[in-house]
């Protein structure tokens, strides 16, 4: 069974950083692309990174580029974001995403890990 969990969510001051985990159950993780993304009050969802192993290539959002790195674990079958100088506006709730590559339909989705970015 496919599952996807995320992990490392909490509140943090602006500018400070945090690094949540995707743990990834039930298919191999290098073979498909893994999305980050994230949900604000009454937005949008935004799509902010997305990797796959074959590309050895990592898309960012615009809003968060030179801020968050994603990275890859294949051992661990997990995948991490990690967020340096936070802004209030990062706050929401963050998912990953498994989809055959970066662009693609995303078929399998976790069930997200609060951020809240606040003094």
């Known amino acids: 069974q496919v599952q996807l969990v995320e992990s490392g969510g909490g509140l943090v001051q602006p500018g400070g950083s945090l690094r949540l985990s995707c743990a990834a159950s039930g298919f191999t993780l290098d073979d498909y692309a893994i999305g ?3 949900q604000a009050p009454g937005k949008e969802r935004e799509g902010i ?4 192993d074959s590309d050895v ?3 960012y959002a615009h809003s968060v580029k030179g ?5 890859r674990d294949d051992a661990k079958n997990t995948v ?10 990062d706050t929401a709730v963050y998912y ?9 339909s995303y078929t ?4 997200g890990t609060q951020v809240t970015v606040s003094s």
Do not use: D, I
């Open 108 to 111: 399998y989705w976790g069930k």
């Open 80 to 89: 991490y974001l990690q967020m340096n100088s936070l802004k209030p506006e």
């Open 57 to 59: 290539r990592t898309y």
């Open 67 to 71: 801020r968050f790195t994603m990275s």
């Open 96 to 104: 990953c995403a498994m989809a055959l590559g970066c662009g693609t």
């Open 36 to 38: 980050w993304f994230r």
């Open 49 to 52: 990174s997305c990797s796959t």
